[in-house]
């Protein structure tokens, strides 16, 4: 009896530190250098279901950091991959996140992409959504500005730069009203998840299917399909596909 009441106070008082847990105390553990402590206070503070995304951002790219000085890389791509799906535009995050990737032993090439579009893609994430947003208001504010200049001034060079201006100011702004809109539409797959395990994977949903490759720790693969007996179909970074049923190898990505 004694036992079992000491055990609900030592409950009670360890639910009550982690209560008390705040993000300065985590910090203030990685600053220590205490790594392993700073990655559970904030494992600890992602657990707190009333957090708001954007407090949960830094949280999730704080653990990731932790885990990368931990050599956990599974868990840091997990960490940084997590706080990108809220924030696209966290520019460090990303980094970490290919730099996390570099140290990993499958290692997978790009898809081919014209080039255009993969620089207008890295174009858009440089900024926010908020700032293309801002930035395009304020081309358009320019625009008015020369549109009055057209209207109210006489000389006809004046008003040939006022005009051309204005028509050029006009279509940057669009564009950037469109790359706001579309940093702000950005998401990644509906379903992620990292590798946690080794794990072999196969070219159909059945456990007579050949072997494609094994999986090690760390890759990040969207989740495409999943059916009823369990098989999943994973996306891997280089776009090709594969089938894996061995759930306990995927670490899903929060939403």
């Not at 951002?57 to 960490?79: D, E, K």
């Not at 358009?140 to 200049?149: E, S, T, Y």
């Not at 969207?222 to 670490?251: F, H, M, R, Y």
Request: aromatic share 12%.
């Amino acid at each position: 009896m004694r036992k079992s009441i000491l055990l609900i106070i030592l409950m009670s008082c360890f639910s009550l530190i982690s209560q008390a847990l705040t993000p300065t105390d985590a910090k203030r553990l990685y600053d220590q250098k205490d790594y392993v402590g700073a990655a559970a206070a904030y494992d600890q503070l992602l657990k707190d279901s009333s957090l708001t995304a954007a407090q949960q951002a830094p949280l999730y790219y704080n653990y990731a950091s932790c885990q990368y000085r931990l050599h956990n890389y599974a868990l840091s791509v997990w960490g940084y991959q997590s706080a990108l799906r809220i924030n696209p535009s966290d520019a460090d995050a990303a980094f970490n996140l290919q730099l996390t990737q570099s140290k990993l032993q499958d290692q997978f090439d790009e898809p081919s992409e014209i080039f255009f579009f993969s620089w207008t893609r890295a174009l858009i994430r440089h900024f926010s959504a908020t700032t293309w947003g801002i930035t395009a208001i304020v081309l358009l504010f320019l625009m008015l500005a020369f549109v009055a200049g057209f209207k109210l001034l006489s000389s006809t060079p004046v008003r040939k730069l006022c005009f051309g201006s204005s028509i050029a100011l006009f279509i940057v702004s669009i564009c950037c009203f469109i790359f706001a809109y579309t940093e702000a539409n950005h998401s990644f797959a509906e379903q992620q998840a990292v590798i946690m395990q080794s794990t072999k994977v196969y070219d159909a949903p059945t456990a007579s299917a050949k072997v494609l490759r094994e999986l090690h720790e760390g890759v990040l693969v969207d989740i495409t399909e999943v059916q009823p007996n369990g098989w999943k179909q994973l996306q891997l970074p280089d776009g090709s596909t594969c089938w894996s049923n061995n759930d306990a190898s995927l670490k899903d990505l929060r939403n």
